[in-house]
């Protein structure tokens, strides 16, 4: 708790002001994580302008990327803590569950007739991984641009939400 009160610059008591434990600030950080999840698909439009589907992913993927960077011991913590008790666990794949069904509706509206409804969810399921693990491989490698990883992740997704 003083590692985490330290990088919030914030004192140790006004950590336990808000959670009574490790426990409950780790649950309340999958919670938050999960709930931003559909965010990243938010993707408007401010002059009207119909977007192409590049353009789509480009910005769903800037956006997360930048989710990424400012959470990275979050996104860790998803990807690379397998600690914890039952209820840590369950919310953990709770957390990448919801990944995949948004990202299984995201699919099936871009997709139309492209991908067959039986793919759907595991298209679905490969992207979340692929994505998840290309977060990974950018957050211990911060020296590389966004940009770079950017391109990637769309030529990984292009096939499935072109």
């Given at each position: 708790?003083?590692?985490?009160?330290?990088?919030?610059?914030?004192?140790?008591?006004?950590?336990?002001?808000?959670?009574?434990?490790?426990?409950?600030?780790?649950?309340?950080?999958?919670?938050?994580?999960?709930?931003?999840?559909?965010?990243f698909?938010?993707?408007?439009?401010?002059?009207?302008?119909?977007?192409?589907g590049?353009?789509?992913?480009?910005?769903?993927?800037e956006?997360?990327?930048?989710?990424?960077?400012?959470?990275?011991?979050?996104?860790?913590?998803?990807?690379?803590?397998?600690?914890?008790?039952?209820?840590?666990?369950?919310?953990?794949?709770r957390?990448?569950?919801?990944?995949?069904?948004?990202?299984?509706?995201?699919?099936?509206?871009?997709?139309?007739?492209?991908?067959?409804?039986?793919q759907?969810?595991p298209?679905?399921?490969?992207?979340?991984?692929?994505?998840?693990?290309?977060?990974?491989?950018?957050?211990?490698?911060?020296e590389?641009?966004?940009?770079?990883?950017?391109?990637?992740?769309?030529?990984?997704?292009?096939?499935?939400?072109?």
């Amino acid at each position: 708790m003083e590692d985490i009160a330290a990088a919030a610059d914030v004192t140790k008591p006004m950590v336990y002001r808000h959670f009574e434990s490790k426990k409950e600030l780790y649950l309340a950080l999958l919670a938050r994580h999960e709930d931003d999840l559909p965010t990243f698909f938010e993707v408007v439009d401010p002059s009207g302008d119909q977007l192409s589907g590049e353009a789509i992913v480009g910005r769903i993927l800037e956006r997360w990327l930048d989710y990424v960077r400012a959470n990275a011991h979050a996104w860790a913590m998803l990807f690379r803590d397998s600690s914890g008790d039952e209820e840590i666990q369950a919310r953990r794949l709770r957390v990448s569950l919801t990944a995949r069904e948004v990202m299984a509706a995201f699919v099936a509206e871009r997709a139309g007739p492209g991908i067959p409804a039986e793919q759907v969810e595991p298209t679905a399921a490969m992207l979340t991984s692929g994505l998840a693990g290309l977060a990974m491989w950018w957050i211990d490698r911060p020296e590389v641009p966004k940009s770079v990883v950017v391109e990637v992740a769309a030529r990984m997704a292009a096939p499935a939400v072109g």
